[in-house]
């Protein structure tokens, strides 16, 4: 499988309190994405990293991305309670044609507690 | 803008039915539709990439046959399972890309959850 992986799996912290997200991938990629999904909902973007960039910052969000080690991070400052949602890392590779198709890791379950 | 609707939201079917889902991109013109499965508490799931006017390109183990996916416009793409099982029952959701940006953004659509009976 070319999913990839994301520790921890839950991750439950008190409001306030910074979370931070691991993900790991298998295969050389073009852009590496975060979505977040809360309970039963679509996916919202969240950021874009490119394979060229190292550090990427978006309001109270920090991503980088570790090529040499296929890996990324994902930061969320002063989390609040709607912050509460499933997180999911995904790989943008180039398959040899006008479509990319993206692979999602198999995400982390945030719990913010007030 | 970049607005994507699946319809609809939620369905429960007996099984041995037919489901279509149907995705729409609202306010742009769609090349490529991608629909998702997902299961309770995983992750997506690639099924299916589709270009408009042409047949779809299926995942491996995605049964073409029981999972038929139309793109016959550049704005709806429509998703059939045929003979739905309760091991159909899951959450599928729909993405769409119409260029515009260098990586080709997919605008996700709110899902439609199957429950089959």
């Known amino acids: 499988s070319q999913q990839g992986e994301e520790d921890p799996q839950a991750l439950s912290i008190q409001e306030g309190e910074n979370a931070t997200m691991n993900c790991s991938y298998k295969?050389?990629?073009?852009?590496l994405q975060w979505y977040r999904q809360n309970s039963g909902r679509g996916l919202v973007h969240l950021i874009l990293i490119r394979s060229n960039e190292r550090e990427k910052h978006s309001g109270r969000l920090r991503v980088t991305l570790d090529t040499s080690k296929k890996s990324s991070s994902l930061l969320i400052t002063a989390s609040r309670a709607a912050d509460t949602a499933s997180y999911f890392c995904?790989?943008?590779?180039?398959?040899?044609?006008?479509?990319?198709?993206?692979?999602f890791g198999t995400g982390t379950l945030l719990a913010v507690q007030p | 803008g970049a607005v994507v609707s699946q319809h609809p939201s939620w369905v429960i079917c007996k099984s041995g039915t037919s489901v279509k889902i149907e995705c729409r991109s609202l306010?742009?013109?769609?090349?490529?539709m991608f629909w998702y499965r997902q299961f309770p508490k995983q992750s997506l799931m690639l099924m299916a990439t589709s270009n408009e006017g042409s047949k779809a390109t299926y995942e491996q183990g995605v049964e073409k046959d029981k999972f038929l996916i139309n793109h016959a416009s550049l704005t709806l793409s429509t998703l059939t399972v045929t003979s739905a099982h309760p091991e159909d029952s899951s959450f599928y959701i729909c993405?769409?890309?119409?260029?515009?940006?260098?990586?080709?953004?997919?605008?996700f659509g709110p899902g439609t959850r199957l429950t089959v009976l």
């Open positions: 995904a790989t943008d590779s180039f398959y040899g044609g006008a479509t990319n198709k993206l692979i």
């Open positions: 306010d742009f013109q769609a090349t490529t």
């Open positions: 993405s769409a890309t119409g260029g515009g940006t260098s990586y080709n953004e997919q605008f």
């Open positions: 295969t050389s990629i073009n852009n």
